[in-house]
Every structure is written in structure tokens, then in C-alpha cells.
């Protein structure tokens, strides 16, 4: 079976170990970037699913989004928005990612989460 491949965009370094180590202990390929990339960065690295932090150094993770998300090469891949925001839900909803996540997350959330857009053959 082809590992499914998750692509992690998180400045926390913390969080971005968590995630990395739930993700592989589910047999899943893990990127990860602790700044945003450029859409056509992300389009060559061709990831199933997207994990994408709000608040990032350089540039908000909800912009990001919306510009994957109006890009015809990247539009498709699902996107989970993730933040400690208050209004993280109207953030998701404005950038049209496909999910969030509000810090701090539930781990089984999480995995649900990736159960739902990589398919329940993803080892859990």
C-alpha cells in the first residue's frame, strides 16, 4: 500500500513534533515547513492532505489557504486550518479550508480529522 502523505506548515516547534509523531505512528509519509511555502512549492511536493497553522512568522496561514484554495493546480487537497484563535472557525470558513482545529486540539480529533481526508485505510 502507498503511504498517504501529509504535509505539516507549523513555527511551533513543539506542536510540529506532536503532529510529526502521531502522523508517522500512523503510517503516514510526513513533510513538514516551519514557514509557509509558495503554492508551487506545495503543488511540487504533492501532498494528500495539508496541515496549516494560522499564525506563522512571515505570512498568516489563512492567506496561504485561500490562495491554495483559489489555485487550480492545488485546489483540491485538503486543507486543515489549525489555531489557538479564538476565531479560528470564521478564519477556516473565509480561506475555504476544508476543516480546523482549534489549539490546544484533541488528539483524537486530529486523527479523525486525517481519517476523514486520507480515507480510513490509514492506520490508526
Do not use: Q
Request: charge should be negative; include cysteine.
Amino acid at each position: 500500500m502507498i503511504k498517504k502523505t501529509v504535509l505539516i506548515i507549523e513555527d511551533d516547534p513543539d506542536i510540529l513534533e506532536t503532529i510529526e509523531l502521531i502522523l508517522s505512528g500512523m503510517n503516514i509519509h510526513v513533510m513538514s515547513a516551519p514557514e509557509a511555502l509558495e503554492t508551487n512549492e506545495i503543488y511540487a511536493l504533492a501532498p494528500d492532505l495539508i496541515i496549516l497553522d494560522h499564525w506563522l512568522h512571515k505570512k498568516l496561514g489563512g492567506d496561504l489557504c485561500l490562495a491554495l484554495k483559489t489555485d487550480p493546480h492545488t485546489k483540491k487537497i485538503p486543507i486543515i486550518m489549525m489555531s489557538a484563535d479564538l476565531n479560528i472557525a470564521n478564519v477556516a470558513r473565509y480561506s475555504l479550508a476544508d476543516a480546523y482545529l482549534a489549539k490546544p486540539f484533541d488528539i483524537d480529533e486530529l486523527v479523525n480529522l486525517t481519517h476523514k481526508y486520507l480515507g480510513e485505510n490509514v492506520n490508526a
